[in-house]
């Protein structure tokens, strides 16, 4: 990964909080144990309006369960039941069934909100299914060994089968590990750290092009995206990981850096990041010294909101 400057400009915004969202954040823990079963490095979150959180492990394929009021998660998919031995990315749609992306397993599964498995979809042979967003009427999933984007229709009625949307030659620069993606409903904006770029990806012409990023910059693991202010989990070097934050344009073509978060823990390896009223949650999977040692945590993002 390349060396970054220092960013010098901060968004006050950015490190105040509101009223509304210090209140939001009252009584919570700092920290989570999601589990203490060695070798399950986390990677995914997810957490509801209501402070229902769910976390995953790439290595086992494990779904965890959880409220941000209480500091430990509980079990809610076992390792490897549905044939799902590895999950990244997961998010819940609109009628409340929860989605999870099965990482090696080229597979998607979708469950409703007690478990119980509704559908998987499965995309090629060899791919890595590693993050998704949902735009209308269909998720969008980035595959991390294909460099491409599936598609697949997502209505109350069901998911549908998985088809390439975006493929690796309609790309540029090339890509060579797709990994977080958002949308806004218009445009996707997708994380590549091989490229060290977010590419914007307009929903109805399928056009790509490159963000711009005038002051630095910008790609990462896991992206949030709150009106115009993108999150992404972001190497910053010598292991080192950061929240960064980038306040995006009207029409979401270009993004000025304005802060960075505190870097996490030594060895943590923060993947993907999650809001809760006035703060942020990171995953700490332990990737980089896998596999890490237990307890595996989720913990607050430090010094930025």
Do not use: C
């Amino acid at each position: 990964m390349k060396r970054l400057a220092v960013l010098t400009v901060l968004v006050l915004a950015a490190a105040v909080p509101s009223t509304t969202a210090q209140a939001g954040a009252v009584h919570r823990p700092t920290q989570y144990v999601v589990s203490t079963t060695p070798g399950e490095n986390l990677e995914g979150i997810a957490v509801t309006p209501g402070g229902t959180m769910y976390v995953t492990s790439v290595a086992t394929g494990a779904v965890y369960r959880g409220n941000t009021h209480s500091s430990r998660l509980s079990l809610f998919l076992p390792a490897g039941s549905d044939g799902r031995t590895a999950a990244t990315g997961i998010h819940l749609d609109r009628w409340g069934r929860v989605l999870v992306a099965g990482a090696s397993t080229s597979k998607l599964f979708l469950y409703d909100a007690r478990g119980r498995l509704l559908a998987v979809r499965k995309a090629s042979d060899g791919s890595f299914l590693n993050d998704f967003t949902i735009a209308g009427d269909a998720v969008y999933v980035t595959d991390s060994a294909h460099n491409q984007i599936w598609r697949a229709p997502l209505t109350r009625d069901g998911l549908g089968e998985l088809e390439p949307w975006i493929t690796r030659d309609r790309i540029q620069p090339t890509p060579y590990f797709l990994n977080g993606i958002v949308t806004d409903g218009r445009v996707l904006l997708v994380g590549e750290q091989g490229q060290d770029v977010t590419y914007r990806i307009d929903l109805r012409t399928r056009q790509v092009t490159v963000l711009d990023v005038p002051n630095g910059i910008l790609s990462g693991d896991g992206y949030l995206l709150e009106g115009r202010r993108l999150y992404a989990v972001y190497n910053a070097g010598g292991g080192k990981y950061v929240t960064r934050l980038a306040i995006l344009n009207d029409d979401l073509t270009a993004a000025t850096l304005v802060a960075d978060s505190s870097p996490g823990a030594a060895g943590a390896t923060p993947t993907t990041i999650a809001r809760d009223h006035g703060r942020l949650l990171w995953v700490n999977s332990q990737l980089d010294i896998a596999p890490g040692t237990p307890p595996y945590t989720v913990t607050v993002v430090p010094g930025l909101r």
